[in-house]
């Protein structure tokens, strides 16, 4: 069974730049879920996507956007980075989307804005 | 507003030296109690989820507990391997994110 893997792992930006993050969710999950974690920080939930559909969003400006595709895996997209986007980010997949099922991490995107 | 509080921040144990980690909680309509463990540069990784008051769940030296407003991690004998952050989060009924607490950073000694 193959875990949630993202792409790239590491990553340098510079600020007013774009930046796409992509996560492969593990097999069998319908549902996507994106966090941004600061560092010594718990992860934030930016949104979640389920079944191609946007199913939930936190407390993140519209330039923080995401797709998810057919075969459920995912994509975040962030429009004029800031310094305060310098994080890492974190998408989980999961069974089903208003679900109890334990969301599954990837290993994250570390993302640094300079 | 779902709101997760962990404590201590941090945790330093002298490996065999048994405790507990705190997970304060508030929440309107708990639908899960997740704990995850995070070891540096990686991402959580599941350990348990708490529907209701009163459930417990074990695995190897973890032991999770559940009352109405708190959960607790209790590791019994902890060796080194166990050096990590330990992560709470909830998820409520009316959606579908979850909200995580700060963590708690435990160090154990050999």
């Known amino acids: 069974e193959t875990g949630v893997t993202q792409s790239p792992t590491h990553l340098i930006k510079t600020r007013g730049q774009q930046v796409t993050l992509r996560c492969s969710s593990q097999?069998?999950?319908?549902?996507v879920s994106w966090y941004q974690q600061a560092l010594g920080q718990g992860p934030q939930f930016i949104f979640q996507y389920y079944r191609e559909e946007e199913n939930g969003r936190g407390n993140f400006p519209p330039r923080f956007s995401g797709l998810q595709f057919p075969n459920y895996s995912s994509e975040l997209n962030v429009n004029a980075l800031e310094l305060d986007d310098s994080a890492l980010y974190l998408c989980?997949?999961?069974?089903?989307?208003?679900?109890?099922?334990?969301?599954?991490f990837g290993d994250g995107t570390r993302l640094s804005i300079l | 507003e779902d709101q997760v509080t962990q404590s201590p921040e941090a945790l330093r144990l002298q490996e065999g030296e048994s405790s507990s980690l705190n997970c304060s909680y508030t929440?309107?309509?708990?639908?899960?109690l997740f704990w995850y463990r995070q070891d540096p540069g990686k991402g959580p990784e599941f350990l348990f989820t708490l529907y209701s008051a009163g459930e417990e769940k074990e695995k190897e030296r973890l032991k999770a507990t559940l009352t109405k407003k708190e959960s607790f991690l209790h590791i019994t004998a902890p060796k080194p391997e166990d050096s990590a952050t330990y992560l709470c989060a909830v998820q409520a009924f009316a959606n579908s994110k979850l909200t995580f607490g700060k963590g708690i950073t435990l160090s154990v000694r050999p």
């Open positions: 989980a997949s999961s069974l089903g989307g208003y679900s109890n099922q334990p969301q599954h």
């Open positions: 929440v309107s309509g708990l639908r899960g």
């Open positions: 097999s069998g999950h319908n549902t």
